[in-house]
């Protein structure tokens, strides 16, 4: 062999050496951090420091807020077949329900009507709509309204309705009106979408068509003069809830009601929720930061919190009854095998 | 080039009396022209031999009929056209994909609760992944194979010119000429070779692992075709066997100027064997390509898969049972809703309704609905797990390859992770089975003592002395009050010394020459004829330098002179007489030359001796002898062979230095080197004369006995010997093999040797890397049984095992001891028997109980029942690791399959699944690699369950809240990204990234190994645990969610949360928690750690952003810009969520550190506090616990030497010398 050779060969063999890198010997710099009972204990304290405030702010939060619930659907029909009452269309459906306020409400005042056992989170209710047709006017594709808005999507001559599906058909159609201590209230109905919705999602061009025409009545109607847009019920009522009980924003009032102030509501008892023996409620509530009447989360925050208070105490206590240095290293396995041997 | 070569035309016929012997048909005459043999009875041409080969003449084999395959060779599993249908077929045989594939069909029918794009995408993405790791492998396959077919080969190209040519476009029939050192390219037959009577030597190393080298000679009437010119118009027919994959027999003939010769395998030589010693020869192609013997042979490896995979698969069954039994709860509710409660759910239109939701048939549509729930609730099933697993296993690869620390400087190779599917699994590796030559050792030489007239020479220590003396220096330095962590100190240091610098290169700098390391100044410079017994030390040197076969080789441009030894044994004695100034110079047909220098002052002289004999090494003889005259016309006899071998045929005044010799040889064999008796005799003219005639007699006959003929006559003459001396050849450990063996066995592994190896050999190994010591009780196994076939010979030899291993059994369990320690040593004969079923456990029983298992003589088929009996008997990991093809089979058959590359021959790296190029390097692979590896795959596995059990049930409770329906609360989107994108990278960091404790601490603490044999990290408490932490964070996150979220105003305008918007925050809640989870499990962070942790969730507020900018027609537009961002209540769920989630395991590790803290905890927090550095004399100590109770290795060593001191000390006066010791 040639010394010529030789060094290329070495070289050969060089170059297939790995270069180093800190990656690849995986020798990257870390941080290695370590439970030790200062960080345990620490950390338990710190959750609970922090969590007892924020649930102690949301509980005041929450006490504030005013809420008003009154169940009608019970006591706006009177007849025994309730069902054939609420579908009989020629029938007075007024009813008129007295609240006291019991505490000042400050304005504005939201408005809601809950529904319970309500199955709007149902598979084949949630698919049963046209986003698109929604959206646009241009969009005339009958096959593709057909199958996502099936099984509502057409009348009995097979014209397309605008807006299709069945969530739409279903539109919550009760109607309150207010009047505090007998003078009438208006209730602001504006705003009650999220604006996208508004904006974007459903059209400023869209006109209802042949809204309620197929062969059922499912629940209100829509003015046929008003893009679907400007129909904020119809936005609020297509979110769909997640649970079978649900409240949906209705209006709003925006003056103050003082406390043991009379409200008079006329309802307009429409909507049919007899058949599948759900009830109706109307709401009436302040908000806050917190939004609601929502005690469960200021609990559920002072809990945790004083679990983790609690627990941090008893780490306290678990190092003091049961101290172990850190890196005491009796506590390797070998030395623990060890003392066992020796007895 | 043919004409230089012309001094090495010899006639090896006349020389050897048994390996050369011909085929009887053409031995004939004694060499004249072989006779034509007759075709009758032969079964050349009938079934299964149709094979016709036209010699020179491939222009016909190149078109039909006589088309055969091309020398092509192709090892990959697809090819262009196949790869899109095989590998799809590959890739759903596996019963998770198959699953994911259904649901995806499925997902296309109206049953199906998602779009079917989401349930597609992620099943595309997983198995083009998958498959594009198998396209590469498949392509380095392909680069592989193209290596070997474009390597080059002389071919006659017609008129007597010969051409080179790529080995693909070899064809049958075409005439070859290979030359030395180069590989056959396909199966050929010998025409001619350099040689003058048409022998030539091969190593069929690549074939079966053998080292020393096989003779082939041609038939005698091919013989004169040795030059180029001479294939002008050569032709002829060979008719013979189809292809087959017996490397040992081969059947045809060949039709050659109208006569028919018969070939058997002497004249075969076979595709990747070697052609050695030999200047170059010729040979016609017979087989080629994918029909030669070694691709015949070459057996699909095994596909393994590792113990945590296949206990992973299991948690798998249980998810997928757990998947079933709630798509039933949910089908179930499904047709009790539809059926009680649909009638009246005006709202739904239910006289409008399809078979899928019908109130009157509400069996089918729970049938349906089954199918609905088995996809909707699939999450259970991670469809990414397998993918991640993939993708991290692969990395940890690379790491293994990219490691410095197993970069070998001298082959320039590094570690290969040649199946990346077994990480994990050296992590729990409980044995190990070892090859030894090759493995353990270099299979290189040294000639280190001798022992002349009964005196020894040679003061170099072997590697093992030096070990023990050293350590016995700091041990007894200690004098009374020895401590054991010191002596680990000191030898610990040693070690490291030892391996950082080369080890005998920097004891004797001065020592170059390879294959000896002798040094005595007795024996040196000519100094020999001043000792008593000069003339006995000229013998012995004589001896060393004419009794052998090998063939010196001049260097042209030097003059130096290499030697082509048979086995590297042979080498050492050639390079150690040339060092003593008898250097063996030439060898003709009839004589050895031999260039005398009897002092570094006087010339030299050049002494011819005539060989007349040359009785060959076999092993069954296990002597060799040769006869030869010198220049006074006398006849000597040179005899060397195995002690107890030429001691049983010493004269009666040959033994004059039987005792002192006897003793030498024991301790050279203690000190771990391989040795052999020389002797000789003087023979009288005509005693000569009238043996040679029997001989002549005997080596002309012909028939089956003539090798007992032979035997017998060679038998005759080998008696009454006079012993001269014996030899010590060290068999050079590879660097640092006893060092890394001692550490396996601290770390707790248990280590098998198995040699083809004789048992004197490998026992004299076993000392040297420490498997064996002094004062080891030895448990042999043998049987007596020899050759015999007859039946109750083998039934007593049988009995006889039995007997014997009962009895050994019976030792262990008497054995009060409790440092006591066995070695088992079996050899292969007995093997045979001891692996048949009914004795095979009492076998495997007894080998356990033993501190190392030594297993001689066995084949490679053995090797691998063997390994096969250890990992079926005792159910845990094996690992099997061997340099040669002999190796293959244990290699395949162990869970685990290391090859050594860098030495020669790839099979056993072809077929491994990890290659090292020294052993040393396993315990690095192993240690480290392998603990971090089981640690992390085990970590990450268990995550991913929580994962999505997590995640899954989440959608299932929320199915009750809709009737069963089969609406799912988040969007098809969120459910798409979560296993792709918004959990992968960290877990994938988890399980790339995660290190416990550092490298430099996993080989310091080797106990902490045992955690993965132990599978502290996969065992079913961990999964149920992590399982149960998931049911409880789905529950957490749901019930949590659904009470914030239940009916009220989310924010201060009043509005309430639609199903969007309390979807988006529950799945908010759950990217926060599960990568909260991930952080809280890892304890290493590295910045990749951290982007990829941080990373995730601040992608899941990206994603979310965007997505609601991006398509106005969902649900989601605009949803965290305008409805949650903007909620306070939305950020306090998800802080409350995600802290509910993990409070409990935050609770789980704090409380197992502070009170049940495992060893890498503590070692953690050794680390953490600095105290290693404060309190350096608690590291040590404890590093020195930190190795499990070992009975072998040099610790083990040392600390029997200490206890055996500390006994004299109490008894004797303590004036003691360590070299009583050593």
Known sequence: MSVSGSESEASRRSSKKPKYSKFTQQELPACKPLLTPGIVIGAFSLIGIVFVPIGLASLSASQEIVELVDRYDEECVTASDKIGFIQDTKVNKACTRKITVPKPMKG????????????????????SRSDQQLRSKDYKD??????????????????????CGLIAWSLFNDTYAFSVNKKEVQVNKKNIAWASDKNSKFGSDVFPINFQKGGLIGGGNLNDKLPLSEQEDLIVWMRTAALPTFRKLYGRIESDIMASDEITVVIQNNYNTYSFGGTKALVLSTASWIGGKNNFIGIAYVAVGGICLFLAMGFVVLYVIKPRTLGDPSYLSWNKEDAGYSH | MARARKRDRLRWSKLYTFSCFRHPHTDEGGGGGGGPSAASGSPVGGPGFSRVVHCNNSILHRRKPLKYPTNYISTTKYNVLTFLPKAIFEQFRRVANLYFLLTAILSLTPVCPFSPVSMIAPLAFVVGLSMIKEALEDWRRFMQDMKVNNRKVSVHKGDGEFGFRHWEDLCVGDVVRVEKDQFFPADLLLLSSSYEDGICYVETMNLDGETNLKLKRSLEVTLPLEEDETYKDFRGVI??????????TFIGNLEYERQIYSIDPFQILLRDSKLRNTAFIYGVVIFTGHDSKVMQNSTESPSKRSRIEKKMDLVIYILFTVLVLISLISSIGFAVRIKLDLPRWWYLQPEKSNKLDDPTRPALSGIFHLITALILYGYLIPISLYVSIEVVKVAQAHFINQDLHMFDEETGNTAQARTSNLNEELGQVHTILSDKTGTLTCNQMDFLKCSIAGVSYGVRASEVERAAAKQMASGAADDQDISLEDVWENTEDEIQLLEGVNFSAGNTPKTSIKGFSFEDNRLMQGNWTKEPNSNMVLLFFRILALCH???????????????EAESPDEGAFLVAAREFGFEFSKRTQSSIFIKEKYTSSNGTIEREFKILNLLEFNS????MTVILKDEDDRIFLLCKGADTIIFDRLAKNGRLYEPDTTKHLNEYGEAGLRTLALSYRMLEESEYASWNAEFLQAKTSIGPDRELQLERVADLIERELILVGATAVEDKLQTGVPQCIDRLAQAGLKIWVLTGDKMETAINIGYACSLLRQGMKRISLSTTAGDQVAQDAQKAAKESLMLQIANGSQMVKLEKDPDAAFALIIDGKALTFALEDDMKHMFLNLAT????????????????????LVKEGLGKTTLAIGDGANDVGMIQEADIGVGISGVEGMQAVMASDFSISQFRFL???????????YKRIAQMICYFFYKNITFGLTIFYFEAFAGFSGQSVYDDWFMLLFNVVLTSLPVISLGVFEQDVSAEICLQFP???????NNLFFDWYRILGWMGNGLYSSLAIFFLNICIFYDQAIRSGGQTADMASVGTTMFSCIIWAVNIQIALTMSHFTWIQHVFVWGSIGTWYVFIIAYGMALKSRDNYQIMLEVLGPAPLYWAATLLVTAACNIPYLIHISYQRSCNPLDHHVIQEIKYLRKDVEDETMWKRERSKARQRTKIGFTARVDAKIKQIKGRLHKKSPSLTIHTVA
């Open chain 2, 849 to 868: 109980e033993c501190a190392s298992v030594i297993c001689c003589r066995v084949s490679p088929r053995q090797k691998a029942l063997v390994t096969r």
């Open chain 1, 108 to 127: 504005p005042i939201h408005i809601y009507y809950q529904l319970e056992n309500f199955y709007q989170n149902h598979r084949r209710y949630v698919k």
């Open chain 2, 549 to 563: 076969t090998a063939i010196p080789e001049v260097n042209e441009e030097t003059g130096a002179l290499t030697y």
């Open chain 2, 923 to 933: 315990e690095r692979l192993l240690v480290v690699h392998g603990h971090w590896c």
């Open chain 2, 239 to 248: 008719r013979c066997e189809d292809p087959n994959p017996s490397l040992y």
């Open chain 1, 142 to 163: 009958p096959k593709a309204v057909i199958k996502s808005c099936d099984p509502e999507a057409t009348t009995g001559d097979g014209s397309l309705i605008v807006p």
């Open chain 2, 1007 to 1013: 106990a902490l190994y045992q955690q993965g044999p």
């Open chain 2, 620 to 623: 069954k003889r296990k002597r």
